[in-house]
């Protein structure tokens, strides 16, 4: 018997956690702290007879607050996606998943959720990153 809904669901996945990679890849070289530090620079060197008008200021502290809750957002959507992954994962122990391509197929004895996804463990030793296109009987 072949289930498509987890496929599907775990090409969702797979898609949400790209995103949230590339968004945390951004977060993590753009943080609130090197915003601060560019931001105390641009003050230590500014013009003192045209001193930073007090809109762009209010608009900058403004664009910090943002940096900040996207950092924030970021962290709660890594959690979210392992607890998803987990979730997932435990419904696949004791069933039998077969690849895309119909090369690898057993009985799975744990899964491992890892950087790029969840990662099967067979009975037999072998592993398989369960993405879009496995087959679960």
Do not use: H
Not at 63 to 82: F, G, I, M, R
């Amino acid at each position: 018997m072949t289930v498509t809904s987890t496929a599907a669901t775990s090409a969702a996945t797979t898609t949400a956690t790209t995103a949230a990679k590339a968004a945390s890849t951004v977060a993590a070289k753009l943080n609130a702290e090197t915003f601060l530090t560019l931001f105390m620079e641009q003050l230590k060197n500014q013009d003192p007879t045209k001193p930073m008008d007090s809109t762009e200021y209010v608009s900058q502290l403004a664009t910090l607050s943002q940096v900040e809750q996207a950092t924030q957002t970021n962290k709660k959507l890594d959690s979210l996606l392992s607890s998803s992954f987990l979730d997932q994962a435990e419904a696949l122990v004791g069933r039998t998943i077969t690849s895309a391509d119909g090369t690898v197929s057993g009985v799975v004895t744990s899964v491992k959720v890892t950087s790029d996804g969840a990662v099967a463990t067979l009975k037999d030793g072998s592993s398989l990153l369960l993405q879009s296109g496995i087959s679960v009987s």
